[in-house]
């Protein structure tokens, strides 16, 4: 059966495991063995071949960490694709992202909705980790679950101790959301 949604959806499944895929037929996201049939959506299109019912917001958010600045965001933004060495820059002021062309071509949709809504999380945050947290906040926010943002930054971060430990900080602050 395809939905279409307007905005995020919450949903239980009757039995798992089961699966949603998008409209193309690619896996958008799969329950967990230990699944409780619980799962959202982010709007847009899907198909579920699965018995489902809508069920109100389960996800209630924490509040992300303090502020530790606020630059004012620009109205508009200007996306550049280029070579990047840094993987993906921010122009805070000016409001220019620079995003490595072979990266952004290697990342899923919500590989680099992550790393855009980091960037954006600048605005507020110094610290990199709290960057992550405030993108992951946001992500649950849209509809995508736990499951799928967990599995993000294994693919982009890299696996030095530093990076290991900025995963796991920050997959421990939404996990227990
Ligand atoms: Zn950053």
Redesign the pocket.
């Known amino acids: 059966m395809k939905i279409s949604l307007t905005k995020v959806g919450y949903f239980k499944a009757k039995s798992t495991p089961f699966q949603v895929l998008n409209l193309d037929g690619t896996l958008f996201y799969k329950s967990t063995e230990k699944s409780k049939g619980f799962f959202s959506l982010p709007k847009g299109e899907y198909l579920l071949d699965f018995p489902f019912k809508k069920v109100g917001n389960f996800r209630t958010l924490k509040q992300l960490p303090k502020y530790e600045r606020c630059i004012p965001r620009p109205r508009k933004f200007k996306f550049i694709l280029k070579e990047n060495p840094n993987k993906c820059s921010i122009f805070l002021e000016k409001g220019v992202i620079i995003f490595d062309k072979d990266l952004w071509e290697s990342l899923s949709n919500l590989q680099r909705k992550f790393v855009l809504l980091?960037?954006y999380g600048?605005y507020y945050y110094k610290s990199?980790v709290k960057?992550d947290i405030f993108a992951k906040h946001h992500l649950l926010k849209l509809g995508y679950n736990k499951s799928q943002i967990a599995a993000i930054d294994f693919h982009i971060l890299g696996n030095s101790e530093h990076s290991i430990s900025r995963k796991l900080e920050s997959f421990n602050a939404i996990k227990n959301y």
């Open positions: 980091h960037e600048h990199e960057c």
